[in-house]
């Protein structure tokens, strides 16, 4: 077995799993959140959410550095490839919109993390309602991002 398909393995499970996470955000742990009583949510949000930040984070840089290696591997890291063939110009849509959601895991979930763990211990339930007015949004708009880049990635290596 060669290195090429054990690194594309590697960042399919990657990528998989981070969509999962992703989708279990939205359809199960904010519904979920919803139906708490306020006090309860600070204590969930912070015992829980921190640690889906942190494994969001984990997923993503498995998958963009994976998919970096893909592409070193195929390409040889010129990126006046990727512009030359529909599908390979779908492949760098799709690793560029995987980076920018990557670095919005690694600037925003971090500030997150710490304000859900202050509101929880100050008891602010204020702040509290703000994070799940976020975390109503922000997973949606990520599930929006994350599925195009899935479909652009499936079009890209496979052709329409």
Known sequence: MSWFIIIRWLHIFAAA????????????????????EQQERARFMSVVFPR?????????LLTVASGTGLFV???????SVVWHA???????????MGLALTLFHFVMEPRLSK??????AQGDLETTALIHSRLRLIPRAG????ASIVLLMMAGARGF
């Open 73 to 79: 591997m195929r390409y040889g890291g010129n990126w």
């Open 17 to 36: 799993s981070w969509f999962g996470e992703v989708m279990t955000i939205n359809f199960v742990l904010v519904p979920a959140l919803g139906k708490l």
């Open 115 to 120: 304000l859900i763990r202050v509101a929880e």
């Open 143 to 146: 599930l929006g991002v994350i």
């Open 86 to 96: 529909p599908i390979t110009t779908l492949l760098a849509i799709g690793a560029l």
């Open 52 to 60: 889906i930040f942190r494994l969001a984070s984990v997923l993503s």
